[in-house]
């Protein structure tokens, strides 16, 4: 009996280390912040959170929604990146992080972008904000209509760079969802990946940039995506990163301590990454059926998986089957490219798991009248000879 005693304890000793990660609760997480959340960006699936409701200060994270609407401007042709900006006094004005603008200076859009998502820059944002909407009043409310349009409940802007101000708040809740916004905007991580660059490099006035997200130089897969601090905010960070198909983003706020920001946000990721997995259903654009088409340019299109359909598991769990049910509605030509024309359900044997948009991969223009009447002559000739 005690030989037994005494293998047993050296087997607990051989393994402590194991014994101790399934411990590891939740509460160990972001335990300094004042409040945090990690989700999965495909799926939006909360991995974890505390007091992801709780209004804060949020500082520079507040540029995350003024890049959506520059990106957004860019994409309607509305703004280029060659643009050259002439900068006002109230923009080089600007206190706080900034690339140094000098009034009447002329930077282009790319640059001035740039200065935003590496530097977290005050004057370049005001520069574009005023660029695209005039003044940053109107700005403002060009933001604000977009946290109306993506259903943001307790985020309210008062500027488009974060400096403390009253009635200026959000929620990680929230953030979370401008973060998922803005990287559906695939052109923020050319930039917000770079961990140096150069402005003004070929006049007297070179200017170093050096991201103020040092997660994208030590952390695998980091490539993104904004960090902040005022006094009323303290440190914030949020930071996505993609590994084996999967991307997470990770917000805290209201840290105390740059470092301990930084080791937060790297916990949380680290737990994401380590406990979940997606499966990968359906990728981007595959075909799933094809709809025929009446009266049209062509007999019948394509149609495709608008987005990438994956499922989110823990990795102790094993991977489903799961049953399609492709469901297209009638459409009115003509039909523009990307439209939806129905759905993909999928089932967990009688459970929907999820509805996903389906769309057509070309455009298809209605037939013109002369058309529709050879057409016809057509069918009147073929059948006179059958019959």
């Given at each position: 009996?005690?030989?037994?005693?005494?293998?047993?304890f050296?087997?607990?000793s051989?393994?402590?280390?194991?014994?101790?990660?399934?411990e590891?609760?939740?509460?160990?997480?972001?335990?300094?912040s004042?409040?945090?959340i990690?989700?999965e960006?495909?799926?939006?699936?909360?991995?974890?959170?505390?007091?992801?409701?709780?209004?804060?200060?949020?500082?520079?994270?507040?540029?995350?929604?003024?890049?959506?609407?520059?990106?957004?401007?860019?994409?309607?042709?509305?703004?280029?990146?060659?643009?050259?900006?002439?900068?006002s006094?109230?923009?080089?004005?600007?206190?706080?992080?900034?690339?140094?603008?000098?009034?009447?200076?002329?930077?282009?859009?790319?640059?001035?972008?740039?200065?935003?998502?590496?530097?977290?820059?005050?004057?370049?944002?005001?520069?574009?904000a005023?660029?695209?909407a005039?003044?940053?009043?109107?700005?403002?409310?060009?933001?604000?209509?977009?946290?109306?349009?993506?259903g943001?409940?307790?985020?309210?802007f008062?500027?488009?760079?974060?400096?403390?101000?009253?009635n200026?708040?959000?929620?990680?809740?929230?953030?979370?969802?401008?973060?998922q916004?803005?990287l559906?905007?695939?052109?923020?991580?050319?930039?917000?990946?770079?961990?140096?660059?150069?402005?003004?490099?070929?006049?007297?006035n070179?200017?170093?940039?050096?991201?103020?997200n040092?997660?994208?130089?030590?952390?695998?897969?980091?490539?993104?995506?904004?960090?902040?601090?005022?006094?009323?905010?303290?440190?914030?960070?949020?930071?996505?990163?993609k590994?084996?198909?999967?991307?997470?983003?990770?917000i805290?706020?209201?840290e105390?301590?740059?470092?301990?920001?930084?080791?937060?946000?790297?916990?949380?990721l680290?737990?994401?990454?380590?406990?979940?997995?997606?499966?990968?259903?359906?990728?981007?654009d595959?075909?799933?059926?094809?709809?025929?088409?009446?009266?049209?340019?062509?007999?019948?299109?394509?149609?495709?998986?608008g987005?990438?359909?994956?499922?989110?598991?823990?990795?102790?769990?094993?991977?489903?089957?799961?049953?399609?049910?492709?469901?297209?509605?009638?459409v009115?030509?003509?039909?523009?490219k990307?439209?939806v024309?129905?759905?993909?359900?999928?089932?967990?044997?009688?459970?929907?798991v999820?509805?996903?948009?389906?769309?057509?991969?070309q455009?298809?223009?209605?037939k013109?009248?002369?058309?529709?009447?050879?057409?016809?002559?057509?069918d009147?000739?073929?059948g006179?000879?059958?019959?």
């Amino acid at each position: 009996m005690k030989k037994l005693f005494i293998w047993l304890f050296i087997g607990l000793s051989l393994f402590p280390l194991s014994v101790h990660a399934e411990e590891v609760t939740d509460t160990t997480l972001a335990a300094n912040s004042k409040s945090a959340i990690l989700i999965e960006n495909t799926t939006g699936k909360v991995l974890f959170e505390k007091n992801a409701d709780e209004r804060v200060a949020i500082a520079s994270l507040t540029k995350m929604m003024s890049q959506i609407i520059i990106l957004e401007q860019i994409e309607a042709g509305k703004l280029t990146w060659d643009e050259m900006v002439k900068v006002s006094a109230n923009a080089a004005g600007y206190g706080g992080t900034q690339i140094y603008l000098q009034p009447g200076e002329e930077m282009s859009v790319e640059d001035l972008f740039k200065g935003v998502s590496m530097a977290s820059a005050n004057d370049a944002v005001v520069a574009l904000a005023e660029r695209v909407a005039g003044s940053e009043a109107e700005f403002v409310k060009m933001m604000m209509s977009k946290a109306n349009e993506l259903g943001l409940k307790d985020t309210n802007f008062v500027n488009p760079t974060g400096l403390d101000e009253e009635n200026h708040y959000s929620t990680a809740r929230d953030l979370a969802l401008i973060a998922q916004e803005l990287l559906t905007h695939e052109k923020i991580l050319e930039f917000s990946s770079l961990y140096e660059d150069y402005l003004r490099e070929d006049t007297p006035n070179k200017f170093w940039l050096v991201n103020t997200n040092k997660l994208v130089r030590t952390y695998p897969g980091a490539d993104g995506l904004k960090t902040g601090f005022t006094d009323a905010a303290m440190y914030c960070m949020a930071v996505t990163a993609k590994r084996d198909g999967m991307r997470l983003t990770a917000i805290v706020l209201g840290e105390e301590v740059s470092k301990t920001r930084n080791a937060e946000t790297t916990a949380l990721l680290d737990y994401g990454f380590n406990t979940y997995q997606v499966d990968i259903i359906k990728t981007k654009d595959t075909v799933v059926d094809e709809m025929k088409i009446e009266r049209g340019n062509i007999d019948k299109v394509d149609v495709v998986v608008g987005e990438e359909i994956s499922i989110l598991r823990k990795k102790t769990e094993q991977a489903k089957q799961y049953q399609e049910k492709i469901v297209l509605s009638p459409v009115k030509l003509p039909i523009k490219k990307g439209s939806v024309v129905g759905k993909l359900e999928l089932f967990d044997q009688e459970q929907l798991v999820g509805s996903y948009d389906l769309i057509v991969n070309q455009d298809v223009e209605k037939k013109n009248f002369l058309s529709i009447f050879w057409d016809n002559v057509k069918d009147i000739v073929i059948g006179q000879l059958v019959f």
